[in-house]
């Protein structure tokens, strides 16, 4: 039985970096640091926070941030009260 090579996040990244450009045709970009980090964020923060049960401190030791920045984050993105 063949099994199926699973793609690595970095490799779906630039996957849909390169069809993004595609999709351009040719126009120039702006803010794409910027756009990414918005898109990216929001559900990271959901999944690490699912996967921790709500657990901010174990979530922002996961996340390698502080919890007060996560705690801020959190609020930025409307994920909690």
């Given amino acids: 039985m063949s099994q199926k090579k699973i793609p690595s996040l970095e490799e779906c990244v630039r ?15 702006t803010d794409m640091h ?8 929001r559900p990271l923060l959901e999944v690490v926070m699912q996967r921790a049960e709500g657990n901010q401190s174990r979530a922002a030791e996961w996340l390698g941030i502080n919890r007060n920045t996560l705690r801020r984050k959190l609020l930025e993105h409307k994920l909690v009260d």
């Fill in 15 to 29: 996957d849909s970096l390169e069809a993004y450009f595609r999709d351009l045709g040719g126009i120039a970009p």
């Fill in 34 to 41: 910027g756009m990414l980090m918005q898109v990216v964020e």
